[in-house]
């Protein structure tokens, strides 16, 4: 397997605009994480989902986040509008289920000016 | 709340000492116990994966050890080596969660 794919890498954005970054977990894992990291606050759990349905969202900042799992493979996070604040490196993990191992992507390095 | 404490924050030493990374946690409640390290600009890789109902894990030069009672991990890194130069996170498992310290910044110097 090729692990958790995220994409894009890289996205630079200007402050209002919508961002959406994508993660594909690695196959027949049924739980999947969003994390943000930075400097100041470390890793922070944004959303989980087990078996597509959103378990936790508590860590959603605010309404402009919001993130969906239509289906096994593929999850999104969106930001409309996006904020200087925002900027962070936004991480996507999966595990066969909730408290097993995690795998982590190479995470999207956003920046919002 | 799971609090998770990493000390020290940062550590320089010599190639080809033994080392040993520290983790804290406050509720002893947890289904494992994740090492990870991270490079910089890149994302998180796992080490080890400590389950609750074990003491230690070991893979090639690195050793985990958990206390649960105690709410402490160590990651013990034998004959240290630059390309071990890194962050290391530990993290504590939930249910819904993995909760992670801030690591401890690691340089091995040549």
């Known amino acids: 397997d090729a692990g958790v794919i995220q994409s894009p890498r890289h996205e630079v954005t200007e402050m209002g605009q919508e961002v959406t970054l994508r993660c594909k977990p690695i196959?027949?894992?049924?739980?999947l994480f969003w994390y943000r990291q930075t400097m100041m606050r470390g890793l922070e759990l944004l959303i989980y989902?087990?078996?597509?349905?959103?378990?936790?969202d508590s860590g959603m900042p605010e309404d402009r986040f919001s993130a969906k799992m239509p289906n096994a493979s593929f999850s999104t996070l969106k930001i409309q509008p996006s904020e200087p604040r925002d900027s962070a490196v936004y991480f996507c993990?999966?595990?066969?289920?909730?408290?097993?191992?995690?795998?982590f992507g190479q995470g999207t390095r956003l920046t919002v000016v | 709340k799971q609090e998770v404490t990493q000390i020290p924050a940062a550590l320089s030493v010599p190639e080809g000492e033994n080392l040993v990374l520290n983790c804290s946690f406050t509720?002893?409640?947890?289904?494992?116990l994740q090492w990870f390290r991270q490079d910089p600009g890149k994302g998180l890789t796992s080490l080890l994966l400590?389950?609750?109902?074990?003491r230690e894990q070991t893979s090639g030069r690195l050793n985990a050890s958990l206390d649960k009672s105690s709410g402490r991990s160590t990651l013990y890194i034998a004959a240290s080596q630059p390309g071990d130069s890194a962050t290391y996170l530990c993290?504590?498992?939930?249910?819904?969660?993995?909760?992670f310290g801030t690591g401890t910044r690691l340089t091995v110097i040549p």
């Open positions: 993990a999966s595990s066969s289920s909730g408290g097993r191992e995690a795998f």
């Open positions: 196959s027949g894992h049924n739980s």
């Open positions: 989902f087990n078996n597509n349905v959103p378990i936790d």
């Open positions: 509720d002893s409640a947890i289904y494992n």
């Open positions: 400590i389950q609750s109902s074990q």
């Open positions: 993290a504590v498992t939930g249910a819904n969660n993995l909760f």
